[in-house]
């Protein structure tokens, strides 16, 4: 029930196209769902974060949607380019002074193509 | 400065060898968390120090010891580790603030390899 399923394992985009990455949970007392974004010999960052009071959040090229009915929830890339590429994972917490209680899925290697 | 400085960047050490990891953040972040990743995988929380104070330990072996000397300090100490302890080792900030969903900050690791 703590995890967090992550699809697909890897992805290869033509630049210009668009990038999905799909996570599924279910704990249903999770509430905060980041997706971060890691280069290779880098940690990993913060890309974007949604709660689960809103059904999508949009920052630049970067999109989550999520359906809290289904416990899914997904980032969409728009316009993909080849810096884009790198690996992403989507995290599950349920906040409530815990820190540090992240979950990850597994992780998506993004190749975007020129 | 919004950087968590980890340092070495690479060390190679013996099974015998003891040996610290170091990391440093001065954005005032009173959360500091240790974390190791395997080639491919996600990152695995070991530790949690919250105001200085160990708060999370998840179940990790005595051969990792980690210590939290001020607010800005996050060290692991390494003893008679294994060669399956070989992986990236990520140290992470955060505000520490108590029921806020917060951001973490993390450094850019320090890879092991145990001979």
């Known amino acids: 029930q703590q995890q967090v399923k992550q699809s697909p394992q890897s992805l290869i985009v033509q630049k210009g196209g668009i990038s999905i990455i799909n996570c599924a949970y279910e704990n249903t007392a999770f509430d905060y769902f980041p997706w971060y974004q890691q280069f290779p010999g880098k940690g990993p960052a913060l890309l974007i974060a949604i709660r689960p009071d809103v059904s999508e959040k949009k920052e630049g090229r970067f999109t989550i949607s999520f359906n809290k009915s289904a416990k899914q929830f997904s980032l969409h890339i728009m316009d993909s380019q080849p810096g884009d590429s790198a690996t992403y994972f989507c995290?599950?917490?349920?906040?409530?002074?815990?820190?540090?209680?992240?979950?990850f899925g597994k992780g998506t290697k993004l190749s975007v193509k020129p | 400065d919004t950087e968590v400085t980890q340092t070495p960047k690479h060390l190679v050490m013996g099974m015998t060898n003891k040996k610290s990891l170091k990391c440093e953040q001065h954005m005032g972040h009173r959360a500091m968390y240790w974390y190791k990743q395997k080639a491919k995988k996600p990152p695995e929380l070991m530790f949690v120090?919250?105001?200085?104070?160990?708060?999370i330990n998840e179940s990790v072996p005595s051969r990792f010891s980690p210590e939290c000397p001020n607010s800005s300090l996050l060290n692991l100490h390494l003893h008679a580790l294994q060669p399956e302890d070989s992986a990236l080792y990520l140290c992470?900030?955060?505000?520490?603030?108590?029921?806020?969903?917060?951001?973490?900050?993390f450094g850019s690791g320090t890879q092991l390899s145990v001979l």
């Open positions: 120090y919250s105001y200085e104070k160990l708060s």
């Open positions: 995290a599950a917490s349920n906040g409530g002074g815990s820190q540090g209680n992240l979950i």
């Open positions: 992470a900030s955060s505000l520490g603030l108590q029921g806020v969903r917060e951001k973490l900050f």
